[in-house]
């Protein structure tokens, strides 16, 4: 009954900008912990972004601070990942998730904490 649906990914020249969209039902991200992870080919599943917004915390990998922005819209209940000065080694799928435990008081940077996923949505960096 939990569904999380990503959108806003397309092809971009390395410098630009793109803001992903994760719209959920049955699970509120203003009560579960969220995050954004993503799979380059021929590459494992890496963490991007975690965000806790009952604490107001964030975390982002090292790879994209400075550059990538988590957020959560209550009204919209829906997650955002603002993803400025893209490079071509951001190409990847990315996908939203949601945490499988409600209330927690930190963020998370490991998959097998989170128990939904979307089906993603793809992120191409031309040089």
């Known amino acids: 009954q939990v569904q999380l649906v990503e959108s806003g990914g397309g092809l971009v020249q390395a410098g630009g900008s793109l803001r992903l969209s994760c719209a959920a039902s049955g699970r509120t991200f203003s009560t579960y912990g969220a995050g954004w992870f993503r799979q380059a080919p021929g590459k494992e599943r890496e963490f991007v972004a975690a965000?806790?917004?009952?604490?107001?915390?964030?975390d982002l990998a090292d790879s994209v601070k400075g550059r990538f922005t988590i957020s959560v819209d209550n009204a919209k209940n829906a997650l955002f990942l603002q993803m400025n000065n893209l490079k071509p080694e951001d190409t990847a799928v990315y996908y939203c998730?949601?945490?499988?435990?409600?209330?927690?008081?930190?963020?998370?940077?490991?998959?097998?904490?989170?128990?939904?996923w979307g089906q993603g949505t793809q992120v191409t960096v031309s040089s």
């Open positions: 965000i806790n917004w009952r604490v107001g915390n964030t």
């Open positions: 998730a949601t945490e499988r435990h409600p209330g927690l008081t930190t963020t998370s940077r490991w998959e097998w904490e989170y128990d939904h």
